[in-house]
T-cell receptor, first 110, second 114 residues
């Protein structure tokens, strides 16, 4: 089954404790992206990657890092999380006009 | 810059009612337009899309027509069902070589009551 998977689905952590949210797709898509969803703001792009070893900032990259060492994986790294990064995070991969979204990771930073 | 404006929610309708969710956009260039749906606890799924003016996207009884003159892409369905309860997002993408970024509206929560 074609899908985008994310782990963990839910995470509660404390300020400053480094964390990684994993994202994996099995559709051999070159393009992958991370969004965060906040009430009243819709989804906003954090980072994107056009291919292995090619990443770039989206609209709200501050406080986040990404890497793309393999085509299928695109982890999101929060080196020192802060409460304003409490949000719902979605990974997506894309072929042409259609983006496929993962199920989301709900992160709470205390 | 590019932006999408959706009608404020939440929207509550009775089963079999007619649905319209308004969406207008501002964009440089010639955007592709999309409606995504998010069911409770799930990620976003593409519902329909249109890539040029006057195109009509349709899926699962939902329709939307790309109106360049009014910069709109309103979502409609003739007879809604309880299973249509979800959050609906209008989005645009400017085709280019590089970032496939979607610019989203804020979403409209739809609840259908039996």
């Amino acid at each position: 089954e074609a899908q985008v998977t994310q782990n963990p689905r839910y995470l509660i952590t404390v300020t400053g404790k480094k964390l990684t949210v994993t994202c994996s797709q099995n559709m051999n898509h070159e393009y992958m992206s991370w969004y965060r969803q906040d009430p009243g703001l819709g989804l906003r792009q954090i980072y994107y990657s056009m291919n292995v070893e090619v990443t770039d900032k989206g609209d709200v990259p501050e406080g986040y890092k990404v890497s793309r060492k393999e085509k299928r994986n695109f982890p999101l790294i929060l080196e020192s999380p802060s409460p304003n990064q409490t949000s719902l995070y979605f990974c997506a991969s894309s072929l042409s006009d259609t983006q496929y979204f993962g199920p989301g990771t709900r992160l709470t930073v205390l | 810059g590019n932006s999408v404006t959706q009608m404020e929610g939440p929207v509550t309708l009775s089963e079999e009612a007619f649905l319209t969710i308004n969406c207008t956009y501002t964009a440089t260039g010639y955007p592709s337009l999309f409606w995504y749906v998010q069911y409770p606890g799930e990620g976003l799924q593409l519902l329909l899309k249109a890539t040029k003016a006057d195109d009509k996207g349709s899926n699962k009884g939902f329709e939307a027509t790309y109106r360049k003159e009014t910069t709109s892409f309103h979502l409609e369905k003739g007879s809604v069902q309880v299973s249509d309860s979800a959050v609906y997002f209008c989005a645009l993408r400017i085709p280019n070589f590089g970032n496939e970024k979607l610019t989203f509206g804020t979403g409209t929560r739809l609840t259908i009551i039996p």
